[in-house]
């Protein structure tokens, strides 16, 4: 990635590594923490992988909405491998550094991957507003040219960002080794450490933020605007309750990655505390990508009746 070369000018920030403190430095909870997040991990991973294994091995799911649930799942892979397991590491090994290198290449993906999910949710509130509003050339629409094109222009949109972010963070000043109260590089953390001027920094991030954070949101929002009034058109209460459960696995999957993030949002706001701030980053880091293959093949009959073929099959 462009941004890694800026690891040759690490003696320029003027430290070599960071501590993360994690979520405790109480020495009896870390066998406990590592148990319980490296279950979470595992069960995260396995869920996602299920989730593309159904999609790709039957053809009747071989379509827009689940061609880009499948990518969702791998972003979900990418985006908690991102943190998780360096923090197992340093619980395991009980050891709290990671390198200059190593935090900038961690803030770089956790964006990549954060944007690159919402992203795709909004893609998918697009894919619902066409299956809804415009059900008679919803096959012409959503070809597969244009599903390829929309997850391809998602990731470069979220390259980009990742790499702001990462070049932001490159350019600042660390006067001695740094502890990060947090179980991850936080890039708001590693701001506050930075012993040189980050005016700059912010004021890009925030202008960044703000974009990459607003077209999603913006997009979902009017996506679901559209399938409403369609919805409310249709007579039968039969047709209108057929025609929003399509969207109930993707409006729970919206609303809990969305409600994590502006409750972090929320917390670090309120809340003085570092540390407690780091506790309820776990909620959109860690457990939103563990819920979201639970959410989609426990409210999606096509899914499940997939999953349990090949849970059949393998017994």
């Given amino acids: 990635?462009?941004?890694?070369?800026?690891?040759?000018?690490?003696?320029?920030?003027g430290i070599s590594e960071f501590l993360l403190l994690?979520?405790?430095?109480?020495?009896?909870?870390?066998?406990?923490?590592?148990g319980l997040f490296l279950s979470m991990y595992l069960v995260t991973v396995l869920g996602n992988l299920l989730i593309i294994l159904a999609i790709s091995s039957d053809s009747h799911l071989r379509i827009p909405m689940y061609f880009f649930l499948s990518n969702l799942s791998l972003a979900d892979i990418g985006f908690i491998t991102t943190t998780v397991p360096k923090m197992l590491v340093n619980l395991q090994a009980h050891s709290k550094s990671i390198t200059y290198a190593g935090c900038?290449?961690?803030?770089?993906?956790?964006?990549?991957?954060?944007?690159?999910?919402?992203?795709?949710?909004?893609?998918?509130?697009y894919d619902r507003l066409v299956a809804i509003c415009h059900p008679l050339h919803y096959t012409v629409i959503m070809k597969s040219r244009l599903c390829g094109i929309l997850v391809l222009v998602s990731f470069f949109i979220s390259l980009l960002d990742s790499q702001i972010h990462c070049l932001m963070v490159s350019q600042l000043i660390f006067c001695t080794d740094v502890e990060i109260p947090?179980?991850?590089?936080?890039?708001?953390?590693?701001?506050?450490?930075?012993?040189?001027?980050?005016?700059?920094?912010?004021?890009?991030?925030?202008?960044?933020?703000?974009?990459?954070g607003f077209l999603p949101i913006s997009g979902i929002i009017f996506s679901y605007y559209k399938i409403v009034s369609t919805i409310l058109r249709i007579?039968?209460?039969?047709?209108?309750?057929?025609?929003?459960?399509?969207?109930?696995?993707?409006?729970?999957?919206?609303?809990?990655?969305?409600?994590?993030?502006l409750g972090v949002y929320l917390n670090s706001t309120v809340s003085s505390s570092s540390r407690k701030s780091a506790v309820a980053s776990v909620m959109y880091t860690v457990v939103t990508p563990m819920l979201n293959p639970f959410i989609y093949s426990l409210k999606n009959r096509d899914i499940k009746s997939v999953l349990w073929r090949i849970v059949s099959r393998s017994s």
């Fill in 1 to 13: 990635m462009f941004c890694l070369s800026y690891m040759e000018l690490q003696n320029l920030t």
């Fill in 22 to 34: 994690g979520l405790s430095e109480d020495p009896e909870l870390q066998a406990l923490l590592f």
């Fill in 104 to 125: 900038l290449t961690q803030v770089s993906f956790f964006f990549l991957f954060g944007c690159l999910d919402s992203l795709l949710l909004a893609v998918m509130a």
């Fill in 182 to 212: 947090h179980f991850f590089c936080d890039v708001p953390q590693l701001f506050n450490l930075a012993c040189s001027d980050t005016s700059t920094n912010n004021i890009v991030i925030f202008f960044v933020g703000t974009i990459s």
């Fill in 235 to 261: 007579s039968s209460s039969g047709g209108k309750y057929k025609a929003f459960s399509t969207c109930g696995s993707h409006l729970s999957v919206v609303c809990l990655f969305y409600g994590t993030g």
